[in-house]
């Protein structure tokens, strides 16, 4: 598992929106942040499409918050950009593995993931805009 830009960049303009009142724009969380524009298009799309967002487009739009900070979990934000959050393809597909009855890796990775999970599920948006992780 590798998560990549994306997920940096969702959690940034999350955080961004979190510490300040109104919109922004798509112009204005590009340039603060450093995140080129195209990125941040498709990130803001996930993150609309995912619930985390609202948008209006045009003259006069921006982007804000749909929901509060302190319900946004890191763990769904990741995965709302990403997908499926799996340390590896055997933990789900044990079936595909010849040597998954044999194998003493299997539970160690699930428990990894479980805890990776846990500790992203734990941690919000609200918590990083307040410098509290």
Known sequence: MKLTRASDFAVRI?????GRE????SRELSRKLHIPYNHLAKVVQKLSRGGYLKTKKGKGGGI?????????????????????LQLSHCIL?????????NCGLRRTLAL??????KTLASRTIY????GAI
Do not use: M
């Open 22 to 25: 109104g919109e922004a724009t």
């Open 93 to 101: 597909h044990r079936k595909s593995c010849a040597f998954s009855r």
């Open 64 to 84: 804000e918050l749909a929901c509060e900070p302190k319900t946004i979990n890191l763990f769904d934000v990741i995965e709302s950009v990403e997908g499926p």
């Open 112 to 117: 990894a993931e479980q805890t990776l999970k």
């Open 127 to 130: 918590d990083l805009a307040a």
């Open 14 to 18: 999350l955080k961004h929106l979190a």
